[in-house]
């Protein structure tokens, strides 16, 4: 095979809508197309095609529980917190740089490998899971959402109501590219923060010394400022950004030719979401600097409200509609991640590309979560705070369980081929594994146990340290299912 030809695939793919041109929201690559190589404009142009899986995942995680969790670290500990940030930057780039290499090498989704490596018990533990976490979290984007229309002052049930529908009908066209343009709008939407920090102005000398400072608040309670380190770890790196962008590739057409082309688009969404977390935390923390609501955080529209107060309407606004934008792109991008996982373990249609009558199950999923999630939010009585509380406490059962899976498929040769992991980056992996297992234990521990003290925080650390590493150290359970010739790589 001409090694600068784009060939159609079969094989390991579960639906052949996954195989075809590239049709990006900003460009398209023909299959056949052989110069997409030659000259720096053509580089350009096939890069513009490939943009979307890497901004849409990384802004997407900038949702409403992320302006919550930044929300609060402002409010109530000041940009002391940053650092936090500056350490996720390596992380966020290994786990989806991993998941981007599985999609385009294998053609196969996140759930459908763990399902098919590892068995069937892990394969329903990971979508069982999967489903339930998302669905949570997708009732908390359409709190953010409900709370971004009461700022506004307008009602809740048609501003919802109509939230459900765009979402629902920006990805049942058909059309992979019209529902790529909707999200990037949503991207670029986001930017909303930045003429909002500028008002704002925190200071930028204390803002880059936090930044690059590792140091604990003062005045905080160790517990407590260590269940919102856990927080910000948590809604940074989410279980659902791993099947989404897998899956995501997949959808857009995108093969091993074009990995570094991914890669960078991976790089540009997180330049995006960690300036969207520092300008949220930031803003946040100089806005209640010295106030009566300094270490008082309640919620999102109580930040709304203060911003208002001090910086005058606009800013208020401003944070209102770049909270509603976020929500938006997470409950677009979380009910897809579980539509796909679906639609893999299932072996259904689940592609953009197809109409909603040539692909139900993948639609009905999507839609069914978006309805149920924006009808909860606007039911009387319905306990949101406890469907917070149930988000966390299967983001820290999942997580674990689904990093670990990634490391030892991206290890797995009869998966990946000359595609698997480097010597640096399964120790790096290896040890961000460890850290994720025992901060997710800390995390779940203390939903559980509200009251849970420091004394205890410090065993969980220690006792799972040394179980997490031992666990790291451990090789690949059984061999892949996959028989030779089954996956991208062999064809490709």
Not at 65 to 83: E, K, V
Not at 185 to 204: E, I, K, N
Not at 217 to 226: A, E, I, N, R, T
Not at 445 to 461: C, K, N, R, S, Y
Request: net charge positive; hydrophobic share 50%.
């Amino acid at each position: 095979m001409d090694s600068t030809t784009l060939q159609p695939r079969n094989g390991a793919m579960l639906d052949t809508a996954h195989v075809g041109d590239i049709r990006g929201a900003l460009g398209t690559i023909k299959v056949g197309d052989a110069g997409h190589e030659r000259g720096l404009m053509r580089r350009l142009k096939t890069l513009l095609a490939i943009l979307g899986p890497g901004l849409i995942v990384m802004v997407g995680d900038n949702d409403a529980g992320a302006f919550s969790t930044y929300a609060q670290a402002g409010q109530n500990y000041g940009t002391t917190l940053l650092w936090t940030l500056a350490l996720l930057i390596p992380v966020l780039y290994v786990n989806q740089e991993m998941v981007l290499r599985l999609g385009a090498v294998t053609g196969v989704g996140h759930a459908r490998l763990i399902l098919e490596r590892f068995g069937r018990f892990w394969g329903a533990f990971s979508v069982v899971d999967l489903f339930l976490l998302n669905a949570l979290t997708i009732v908390t984007e359409f709190i953010g959402i409900a709370l971004g229309l009461d700022y506004l002052g307008i009602p809740r049930a048609p501003g919802v109501g109509i939230a459900a529908v765009l979402i629902m009908l920006a990805a049942s066209t058909g059309d992979f590219r019209r529902f790529e343009r909707f999200a990037l709008s949503l991207v670029l939407g986001s930017l909303v923060l930045l003429p909002l920090f500028v008002m704002v102005h925190p200071p930028m000398s204390q803002l880059v010394r936090d930044f690059t400072t590792v140091q604990m608040p003062k005045d905080g309670k160790l517990s407590d400022v260590m269940l919102l380190i856990i927080g910000i770890v948590g809604t940074t790196i989410a279980p659902w950004q791993l099947f989404f962008q897998q899956s995501y590739v997949i959808d857009k057409r995108i093969t091993p030719r074009f990995i570094r082309y991914e890669r960078l688009d991976l790089w540009l969404g997180i330049v995006l979401v960690v300036l969207g977390a520092v300008a949220l935390i930031s803003l946040v923390a100089h806005c209640f600097a010295g106030r009566p609501e300094a270490g008082q955080f309640s919620d999102a529209l109580g930040v709304a409200q203060g911003l208002a107060q001090y910086h005058g309407h606009w800013s208020g606004t401003l944070f209102a509609l770049a909270l509603i934008d976020a929500s938006v792109i997470g409950a677009a991008a979380v009910s897809l991640s579980t539509a796909y996982a679906v639609g893999d373990v299932l072996s259904v249609n689940h592609s953009l590309h197809r109409k909603p009558g040539e692909a139900k199950g993948f639609y009905l999923v999507y839609c069914g979560l978006i309805v149920l999630a924006a009808a909860l939010v606007l039911l009387p009585g319905v306990p949101l705070g406890l469907l917070t509380n149930a988000v966390q406490t299967l983001a820290g059962v999942l997580l674990p369980s689904a990093s670990v899976f990634l490391l030892l498929l991206c290890n797995d040769r009869q998966v990946l081929g000359p595609w698997v992991n480097g010597r640096w980056t399964n120790a790096f992996t290896s040890a961000v594994v460890a850290v994720l297992v025992i901060l997710s234990t800390v995390l779940t521990a203390a939903v559980i146990f509200p009251d849970i003290g420091e004394d205890q925080i410090v065993t969980i650390l220690v006792g799972g340290g040394v179980l997490a590493s031992r666990e790291t150290r451990r090789g690949p359970p059984a061999r892949c299912r996959w028989s030779a010739g089954a996956c991208r790589r062999c064809i490709f």
